[in-house]
């Protein structure tokens, strides 16, 4: 099974402050996670360009098809850039994991997600979505998707109801199994009318964790595994260190967290996905599927950041063979 995955393409930017009048210039609040202005992605790589910056790509949607492919699945990515820099790199480190890429490339900065850590430790996040949610439904072409067997869509796109309402037709039409992730409780409580009209309509598997199950159901994720499952063929509700249930066919599977006390829950969900639906693109059944999700997402709670560390690679393809076997 080919997966073909679509998100916000953003880079992640992580930068050390030497003081906090940086954060005052540009008119972020210390501490705070916003969303922000042109204006003020345009102060901000004004500043980066004299101080140490690490950059990674980003976006979930993007963080999971990587994954695939590093696992040795086959996958692409299709999400909207700029021509800056950050496209370059962007679309190179797609490149680097193996993973297709399907970049649209259109004027002006591309997105990014900046993370600004002050001296006494404290982190400030400013996300510029640039042209990442503007992906016009044309732009998803049928010739792109009968390369794939599986599409799977990022939720943070739900506020381009026309592309995901679209892409989701095309790919039913052209018999591709559609994946959704929830994204954000807060997505969920915004587009709840949208969500119960698409999901059993156009989706097999859906991806959630508790909060985001609860609030699409309005009840406990325990019971929330099976209302979901009635309406997709597998529903998924991650649990944090209690581990993942799986629903399908009338039945609920729970499979055990992995890895010991977080030092980072970024990219948990992202990794657990990807485990996922590589296990299902090798006929791996459900639960060996989540146990490879599981274990993924157990490496990367140990690190900074949604990006398992490269010296781990080989250790995580002899899990998955031991899974599998």
Known sequence: MKILGLGNALVDALSQLDDDKTLVNI?????????ISKEQMVLIREYQKG?????APGGSNCNT???ISLLGGESGFVGKVGDDDLADFYEQAIKDSNAASHLIKTTGMSGSCTVFISPDGERTMGTYLGPAPTIAPDEITDELLKGYDCIYIEGYLIVN?????E?????K????TVALDLANYNIVNAFKELLDDIIPKYVDILFSNESEAEAFTGKPAEEAVNVLEKQVHISLVT?????????CDGKVIHVDAEGGKPVDTTGAGDNFAAGFLYGQSVGASLRQSAQIGSMLSGYVIDVIGAQIPEDKWQQIKLKVKEILA
């Open 27 to 35: 008119g972020i609040q210390k501490g705070a996670m916003d969303m």
């Open 51 to 55: 101080v140490r910056t690490t950059k």
């Open 65 to 67: 098809i990587r994954t």
């Open 161 to 165: 109801e026309e592309l995901v309402r």
């Open 167 to 171: 892409t989701m037709k095309k790919a």
């Open 173 to 176: 039409r052209l018999g591709l």
């Open 239 to 247: 649990l944090g260190k209690r581990g993942s249930l799986i629903g």
